[in-house]
Antibody, heavy 121, light 106 residues
Framework: EVQLLESGGGLVQPGGSLRLSCAAS????????MTWVRQAPGEGLEWVSS????????FYADSVKGRFTISRDNSKSTLYLQMNSLRAEDTAVYYC??????????????WGQGTLVIVSS | DIQMTQSPSTLSASVGDRVTITCRAS??????LAWYQQKPGKAPKLLIY???NLESGVPSRFSGSGSGTEFTLTISSLQPEDFATYYC????????FGQGTRLEIK
């Protein structure tokens, strides 16, 4: 059974940093592209960032480009999202998601339970 | 970026009804569209990919159609567990989700 377990969320002040992790199990992690999607309270889904299987290629939404960095450690089956210069509008539940096809097909058949990030003073 | 517009934003229906949700793209995305279901406090669940492919384990009452700029998700006979929010997502270029359609009990 595929499992994705996010961690690292919490309360952080504007301008601060946070690192999210997503521990994967139940599938061969190093054969699937991975993605972060977020959802602000009461709002819809927003794509944040994606990473290729090897980690060589990364992609970002304009809203986070230059502030967030996605990475992965295939030896640990773990996906990361380093978030710097956080803003109030980054407040959201952050989900990690597994690409259904392996290479970056960009639709997601498995999702974590989410981790809540609150940016507030 | 390609924008996605879902309609309606809210849909009231009864168990047994046939319902259709529409998603329109601001430019052609061929068949590169997925549909998700999300229940409160839960992660989204993939229902349909590449416009009309039913995800494994998803009941056959769900179907997707369309290509280019107009797409539909149809539920042929609503069941109590289908009341949720539905999102379309284009997967051509920078990913974009529709704003969601809340399906509520009439």
């Amino acid at each position: 059974e595929v499992q994705l377990l996010e961690s690292g969320g919490g309360l952080v002040q504007p301008g601060g940093s946070l690192r999210l992790s997503c521990a994967a199990s139940g599938f061969t992690f190093d054969t699937y592209a991975m993605t972060w999607v977020r959802q602000a309270p009461g709002e819809g889904l927003e794509w944040v960032s994606s990473i290729s299987i090897s980690g060589d290629n990364t992609f970002y939404a304009d809203s986070v480009k230059g502030r967030f960095t996605i990475s992965r450690d295939n030896s640990k089956s773990t996906l990361y999202l380093q978030m710097n210069s956080l803003r109030a509008e980054d407040t959201a539940v952050y989900y990690c998601a597994k690409d259904k096809e392996g290479v970056r097909a960009d639709y997601f058949d498995s999702w974590g339970q989410g981790t809540l990030v609150i940016v507030s003073s | 970026d390609i924008q996605m517009t879902q309609s309606p934003s809210t849909l009231s229906a009864s168990v047994g009804d046939r319902v259709t949700i529409t998603c329109r793209a601001s430019q052609s995305i061929s068949i590169w569209l997925a549909w998700y279901q999300q229940k409160p406090g839960k992660a989204p669940k993939l229902l349909i990919y590449k416009a009309s492919n039913l995800e494994s384990g998803v009941p056959s009452r769900f179907s997707g159609s369309g290509s280019g700029t107009e797409f539909t998700l149809t539920i042929s006979s609503l069941q109590p567990e289908d009341f949720a929010t539905y999102y379309c997502q284009q997967h051509l270029g920078p990913l974009v989700f529709g704003q969601g359609t809340r399906l509520e009990i009439k």
